[in-house]
């Protein structure tokens, strides 16, 4: 009943983040769009991951590597908010205990960071306007940079981490590392929509 709960929340969030963003076309089968997501994972990093946050989406990216790059931004930016959320809310044993500093709050600001980066990626991609345009290009840079920013963020946690004891750190450092796999695959599919990248795939 969790997994089906956390599925509906999935595709919930992709429907919402995405609509506004979605331009008119042509209908797309669901199986079409699922196998296109699939597809598409493929080439990250982790692919298990990417299927499984994504897949929830494919109603609304249908065919389109730009709606399915910005879903992905939206997921690394949503785990990056419950990780910081995780920390902040005590969840993390050093803040429970009232320490302010050290490597948690470290993290929770990192975490912020990538979120607010990734938010900022998402938002950048509504504005791209025609592939091969100066637009275009300038904008997928921006994202490009602006996503590699949050993946240091997330690199930058782990090695705090690293000094930390395992029972304050490791229910933190699996949070981060799922905000790292989220990040890694939306630069992945993102990185994918520079024009010699394509070409190379085809």
């Known amino acids: 009943m969790r997994r089906y709960h956390h599925h509906h929340l999935v595709l919930l969030a992709c429907l919402l983040c995405l609509a506004a963003a979605a331009s008119p076309s042509a209908a797309v089968a669901p199986a079409v769009a699922v196998d296109f997501v699939r597809r598409s994972c493929r080439s990250t990093e982790y692919p298990r991951v990417c299927e499984s946050t994504l897949?929830?989406?494919a109603p609304a990216v249908g065919r389109s590597p730009r709606r399915l790059a910005r879903a992905a931004l939206v997921v690394g930016a949503d785990r990056a908010r419950n990780c910081s959320a995780y920390i902040r809310g005590g969840g993390a044993p050093e803040v429970a205990a009232g320490k302010k500093g050290g490597a948690m709050r470290d993290c929770a600001e990192l975490a912020r960071d990538a979120e607010e980066r990734?938010?900022?990626s998402a938002a950048e991609m509504e504005r791209m306007g025609r592939a091969g345009t100066p637009r275009f290009a300038w904008a997928l840079s921006n994202v490009q940079t602006w996503a590699s920013a949050a993946l240091t963020d997330t690199s930058t946690c782990l090695d705090s981490?690293?000094?930390e004891?395992?029972?304050d750190r490791d229910a933190v450092r699996r949070r981060v590392v799922a905000v790292a796999?989220?990040?890694s695959n939306a630069?992945?599919?993102v990185n994918r929509l520079?024009?010699?990248q394509h070409r190379r795939l085809l």
């Open 118 to 120: 990734l938010r900022q």
């Open 55 to 57: 897949v929830p989406c």
């Open 161 to 163: 981490l690293a000094q």
């Open 165 to 167: 004891k395992p029972k």
């Open 194 to 196: 520079h024009p010699a």
């Open 181 to 183: 796999e989220a990040t």
């Open 187 to 189: 630069l992945a599919l």
